[in-house]
């Protein structure tokens, strides 16, 4: 219950809205527990330790919490370094031979779970730390911003009642009330004489040991080791983030000194009793102390457009303040992303009208395809981050991509003529040995399902091997989808609407509404507009946005770019299900009685198709 009401966990989850940090804390207890268990065994004469099911419970722990939270499961990994020596010590005398015996054999009882997980987990562990170099978080080396968020012993807790949650912007994350008196407490039991000493004092002190590491790391006084050890411990960002394990600490440490304290007291059926109660008791208060949560009006709806808005207000990129996670070969600050260039780079000459069309095929989260025309040769370059996961193929023939600009955009030379140019995501090297690792540590698990029991057996395997074929369908992509586009060829100039797609959208909802252009020469301010209309004819619904979005000025809109620009066109609650006609096209800035007409088009709203309605 303590472990529940940690405000640290609270406050990931109310305040910053970190789910997977949130969700981390799943994990360390599982990790604890199975830790226990495996050191406890004792190796049978037909059964392996390495394929035991405590094993494998450790392994999958590992694995889950990599997968949850990476930094977490740094941060477990160094504290489960740090406290073998402590964990090796039980049962030694001295740190002589038998010390070191004991020190070999909990690495191997414990090690090998984790390299297990990490084979498990090695689809997404490997090609993030061997692919790290291409975003900024690997290819930099790093500014060290976590020397703003340390926290100063008089700012290191707070007391109150209730806990006050600090905000979002807050520098540090201010400890709950009881952390320094429960440090004392289960000092002071470390000195007194146990029921059972052997199974206690043991359990007490590492839980001390790594309740005062954590919280030391936490501190100022800690600086010159997150110094030597920056390459590691700077990708935390912020120091406060060991309270994530501090947690687990002290509600061990709570439990040790409660089970000391009424285990020696006969008689000890009441005194379980009594413990229980007890413990009942402080997790309510420890509930009541952290529910004092920042709670407000309903919070407005998440949206796309909402978390757009929040980046450009506070000059930052996918809700990442640093960057970190951008390619490489992104050249612009990132508070300038969304925003005109602060200097004017190199522009492409602008292309001539008509030299430059694409009629959209296929367009899917991780492929595209297109029919392109250049009247001459020009560089096509495609709306999406250069990466080299992206493929390229330009009339089936592997094309040589390259990043463009300041923000570092997928390019590639395209000579004249008509060309069919797709694009698709595809697995790196990186990935398929990631994957060929998670298929060993897969086996290696259902072997040690094999040790379970004739009826447990049965439903493990068969779990387990579900569990595979669903990550198989994954990779094999049968899970992608992809929608054609209606053609359209609307050209307004420099610009010209290619294409749309207009999925189903509910009644009361915003349908995301795709608009595919090619650019000829940066266009001056236009605004895109898409109307729904009635069977009448009459205006339902409509929503118009600068061309590319508002947080793409024209500046941006270099010649030969091909771009999707989605708007999001707000449905009202009492819409009718049924087919409706939806319209669109662009107008000057401030001049929406002045629509642009397209060549060759008889009016200045185009017709896209229908959008399908339902409730």
Known sequence: LLYLAFPYRLYDLWVRGALPAFAAFLWPPLLLLFAIRLLRRPPGPHRRAWRSPDALGLALSWAGLALTHNLTALMAATLAVAALPLIAL???NHLGRAYRQRLGQTLIRLGWPALWGGLLSAFYV???????RWVGIGATAGVGSYTAHFAGWAELAQGGLHYRYPAASAPTVPLPVYTLPLLALAALALFRPPARPARRRGPLLLALAAALATLWLTTRSSA???????????????PWRWQTLLALALAALLALVMEQAFASRPPYRASRWAAWGAAAALGLLAFGYAGDLPAGDAAPQVTVAAMWAFDAAQGQVGASWTGEFLPRWVKAPRWTIGRAPDEAGETPPPLPSA???ARPL????????????AA????????????????????????ATAPTGDLGLLSLPLAAGEHRVTVAWRATPALWMGRAATLLGWALAGLALLELSPPRRRWALGSWLAVGLIALAGIA?????????????????????????????RAGAAAPIDLYWTVAASPPDLVAFVHLLGPDGAVIAQWDEPLGTSYRPPSRLLPGLLMRHTLWLPLPDTLAPGEYPVVAGLYPAGQADAPLVAQDAATARLPLGALRVSR
């Open 90 to 92: 039980p049962g030694a």
């Open 126 to 132: 490997l090609p993030a730390l061997l692919e790290a």
């Open 224 to 238: 010159p080791l997150w110094a030597v050890a920056a390459p590691v411990l700077g990708k935390l960002q912020f």
């Open 355 to 357: 030299a430059l069309s």
């Open 362 to 373: 296929a367009a899917g989260y991780l492929d595209a395809a297109y029919v392109v025309e």
């Open 376 to 399: 001459r040769p020009l560089t096509l370059t495609l709306d999406r981050f250069y990466f080299p996961a992206w493929s390229v193929q330009v009339d089936g023939a592997p094309a």
């Open 477 to 505: 992509g049968v899970s992608e989808r992809s929608v054609a586009p209606t053609p359209l060829a609307a050209d307004f100039g420099p610009v010209r609407l290619e294409g749309a797609v207009l999925p189903p959208a």
